[in-house]
């Protein structure tokens, strides 16, 4: 089990109705989809089966290393991994919905607990680029708190 240390909490924004290749805001949007079905309610029961002990498959666009190469090297080359990405375990202590919003508008996640400027110009960035992305058209979207153990992967919940 995680320890308390070992806690991250995270706020994050998904849109419904687009996939991307790298399953986050800078990716190139690959699929879309009907959203006209879900609501707010849909929402908070969906993501309470997501708290807990789950199994998590990491993302190809993940510094996870397989054969001695970081996965996102593979994806950015168009390579095949040389074997299939396996579920780990992961600890979700705690996912709240904080917002839920059908019309276009996404409102800049907190950053809590960043390590370096660095990170937080790039979370800046990519929260920018969704925000251009979701305004050109009226995606619903939603917010959530996520409480996680290490090794975790957000964009992948």
Known sequence: MTG???CKTYEAI???GLAT???DSEGKIIATGPTKHITKEYISQIISKFTGDIMQVPPLYSALRMEGRRLYEYAREGLSLPKDLQPRSVRINSLSLLNFMTNGTVQVPKIE???TNMN???NIKQAKNLQEAVSAASYPTFKIRVECGRGTY???L
């Open 113 to 115: 607990n960043y390590t």
């Open 120 to 122: 937080y110009c790039k």
């Open 21 to 23: 290749d790298t399953y």
């Open 14 to 16: 998904g849109i419904l």
């Open 154 to 156: 957000i964009r992948s």
């Open 4 to 6: 308390v240390k070992d």
